[in-house]
């Protein structure tokens, strides 16, 4: 059977249970992540949520950073290795590399905490150092979803995906029935869940550290020739895609950066399906010529539907959900919503590109996401807040998209 036919849902096949998985536990993640969410939206004042959300936003945008295009080298590295034996050899050279940059990482958050107050007008350096070691797991949480990506352990990646939100809610369930839950117990635990859940999922993966050398050497080429250009590009998309909170921190602060981070969780759950289905087929795709249509069929089909019952019922739920503190966020459903159908949509595209080693065809959406949102977000949040910021969002990716597009059409003809 080939990897095309083992996407028939019905089938229930590998690629299908691994899709279904996957998608399982990043919704899980989700209702998870909404009971929590409902916990600090009641418990915290507006203001404060927005703090909470403005740290991990740095967090993560910082982490982001620190891979340097290995993680992305050994991931493909990993997917068209044909022995698991060689695969683990892969893996635990990555993990080493890992504790290199995690260690440059850190330093990083503590420099940082000494001016990123005074630059943004926040209040987020206490929680920085108090959370300098446990933010340590954040650079290898991308480790870990590409290694499991490559390696097509799609059920680990899935556990991987719900058990940090699940020990985050047991841990401010408690502080709440114990009346000592406050902003810093929540910031911190959110840092502590996801170091905790980590370490467990590292041991997991079963590494091998024999001949380190070798796989460092072969890592390393890899990352020069593929790697280091994604690296480059997706640092560029993200400083870009990942700005509008930044620059809704900067111009118009806190309450505005909860309502727009608020509808950006909400609706994330209409392109999560798009990147489940690609993840379990990226092994499949380093050994295919093309994309086959079904792909294509059954991620549009959702995207559509899944769109149409947020448009429907979406505001509704969202105050039902959160309170009506954030009545104010529900006008940002409508770009968000769209921002994320054209999301799910390029990503077959962007799976595709990245198991065939096309760096530079990624390197160069991701200068065009870049460009678009820090240039829309620029013109529309000073004016209109976490509404602009949703708009230049769905312009960006719209635009993104596009361009997804024609680079796999131009990988065609080659």
């Not at 996957?22 to 929590?36: K, N, R, T």
């Not at 118009?252 to 087929?281: D, G, H, W």
């Not at 792909?295 to 769109?307: D, E, H, K, M, P």
């Not at 159908?341 to 390029?346: I, L, Q, R, T």
């Amino acid at each position: 059977m080939s990897y095309v036919d083992k996407i028939s849902i019905a089938g229930l096949t590998r690629t299908a249970k691994q899709t279904i998985a996957l998608y399982i536990s990043q919704i899980g993640a989700i209702l998870f992540g909404v009971l929590f969410t409902v916990i600090n939206t009641r418990y915290l004042s507006q203001s404060e949520f927005g703090t909470l959300n403005f740290y991990i936003q740095v967090i993560t945008f910082l982490a982001l950073i620190f891979e340097f295009g290995y993680f992305t080298a050994g991931s493909r590295l990993i997917a068209i290795q044909k022995d698991y034996q060689e695969e683990r050899k892969i893996i635990g050279a990555l993990i080493v590399i890992g504790l290199m940059i995690v260690s440059g990482f850190a330093l990083t958050l503590f420099f940082a905490s000494f001016f990123i107050d005074g630059l943004f007008d926040s209040n987020i350096q206490f929680f920085l150092l108090i959370g300098l070691v446990p933010s340590a797991a954040f650079p290898f949480q991308y480790l870990m979803q590409l290694v499991f990506q490559g390696s097509n352990e799609v059920i680990k990646l899935s556990f991987y995906n719900v058990l940090p939100r699940i020990f985050y809610f047991a841990l401010i369930g408690v502080a709440v029935l114990t009346n000592t839950f406050n902003l810093t117990f929540t910031a911190f635990a959110y840092v502590l869940s996801m170091f905790v859940i980590t370490v467990l999922i590292l041991f997991m993966s079963r590494p091998a550290f024999k001949e380190f050398k070798k796989y460092f050497a072969l890592i390393k080429k890899e990352t020069k020739e593929y790697g280091f250009q994604v690296y480059t590009g997706r640092v560029a998309g993200m400083m870009g895609y990942q700005s509008n909170i930044l620059l809704i921190q900067y111009f118009v602060k806190e309450i505005q950066v909860a309502n727009y981070a608020l509808v950006n969780f909400f609706t994330s759950p209409i392109s999560m399906f798009s990147r489940s289905l690609c993840t379990s087929l990226f092994k499949g795709f380093a050994n295919q010529n093309v994309i086959p249509q079904r792909v294509f069929r059954v991620n549009y089909i959702w995207l559509l539907g899944a769109s149409i019952i947020y448009l429907l019922i979406g505001g509704i739920a969202l105050e039902f959900l959160f309170s009506n503190k954030y009545t104010n966020a529900v006008p940002i459903i409508l770009p968000m919503v769209a921002a994320n159908f054209f999301m799910g949509a390029f990503q077959p595209y962007n799976f595709f590109l990245s198991a065939k080693g096309k760096g530079k065809y990624l390197r160069n959406t991701a200068i065009v996401l870049t460009v678009s949102t820090l240039f829309f977000n620029l013109m529309l949040i000073p004016s209109y807040g976490a509404l602009g910021a949703a708009y230049a969002t769905l312009i960006s990716l719209f635009l993104d998209y596009l361009v997804h597009v024609y680079y796999y059409r131009k990988s065609l003809k080659e």
